[in-house]
């Protein structure tokens, strides 16, 4: 603390924690007038101490009893209260000892904090709110020049649950980049046309490619606003269509099977979903046991192994498609009426899911960020403030970023 002197310390036993006092005057007895200037001042009224909660001195929880000097000015007769640059105005609260609070709170809960700071829980919370709102535009602002200045620009974009089946919000994520740079209240096409409106920075991105899942209403949102960028269907959504048969399949033939061997089945069931390659000696002989029950889970089965290998190891673009044409006609060759049905959305999205091997980017940190949204929902309990509610996500899912508005934030 610069500018004041330290002239004792002492402590408060107690039975629960240990309270050090620290006493605190300012080296300028008469600091300047913060109005005109001037240096013509003079005491004025009663003094008296304020105690301020700072940083624990170890385990100690520490006090300052800072003098309260009133002073008024001879030139412009105002008069005012001698200012301590840790703490301003009248708070009871140093600006280091809020930080450590929200800190504390970043990533965990205002009453985690509380108890860690034995502060009241409106303090801490009152502390995080403060914080957040004055963070968050900063870091998103901060996230979305990044995307402008990226050279090969990948975006992502998917939605979130506020309220499952109800109300959803939508992410707009830079992949590479690793940052969230847009929410968006609501996911169909109308909620994305008026945030577009409402953003117009975001609207002036020029993306190279732009990763999703299968709805139709994010490719049309990507072919208005973004038309020369490369869309590209979600490794891991397309995956699910083909598992999604599978299952089918296994339950088609469980109904076909005894009790004992229908159990076997549905125990394999994570087996089946598995990649063939990351298998032990032990999983791979109960799996071959499952798949001997019908010829069809085979066929499907390999049919699913053939899709992984066909995104690993198609080695461009041209090669792909000539790869994926011989993998629909093979699965048409089956003649399983749960494979046929599956194939007609890989023939719908044929040249999003080969567009993957002009961009290999997958939504994996987009999900990633969903489930750390989730989470962050289960924790906090006062987000019906929407602006609040999007400063938590932004703080939240931009970490790097933040730690860095946090450090400026706190100086």
Known sequence: MQGVNITEIASEPSEETITAIVQVKPIIDKPKCPLCGGMNVIRYGVDGVRRIRHLNIGVAKCI??????????????????????????????????????????????????????????STIERFFKEAAMKIAPLVLSAAQDMAQASTKLILGIDDFAIRKGHNYNTGIHDLRGENLIGIAKGRKLEDLRQYMEDNPQLASLNPYAFVMDLAQGYHSFVAEFYPRAIRVADRFHVNRYILDALDEVRRRVGKQLSSAERTELNRGKRLLRKRNDSLDNKQFARLERVLDFSAD???????????????????????????????????????????????????????????????????????????????????????????FYEALIVIECNAELSSQKFKQFRT
């Open 64 to 121: 300052l009893e800072a003098d309260r000097q009133r002073l008024k000015c001879k030139t412009c007769r105002a008069t005012y209260t001698h200012e301590y640059e840790f703490v301003s105005g009248k708070e009871r609260y140093t600006a280091g000892f809020k930080a450590q609070a929200y800190q504390i709170a970043i990533g965990a809960t205002v009453q985690h904090s509380a108890d860690c700071t034995e502060t009241p829980y």
């Open 297 to 387: 889970l085979r066929a499907v089965y390999e049919l699913k192994e053939q899709l992984i290998d066909w995104y690993d190891l198609s080695i461009n673009h041209d090669t792909a498609l000539t790869g994926y044409q011989k993998w629909l006609e093979f699965g048409h060759s089956l003649c399983i009426p749960e494979v046929t049905t599956a194939l007609n959305t890989f023939e719908n999205w044929q040249d999003e899911i080969v567009n993957y091997h002009k961009c290999r980017f997958t939504n994996g940190i987009v999900e990633g960020r969903n489930a750390k949204i989730k989470a962050l929902q289960r924790r906090h309990f006062f987000l019906q403030n929407r602006t």
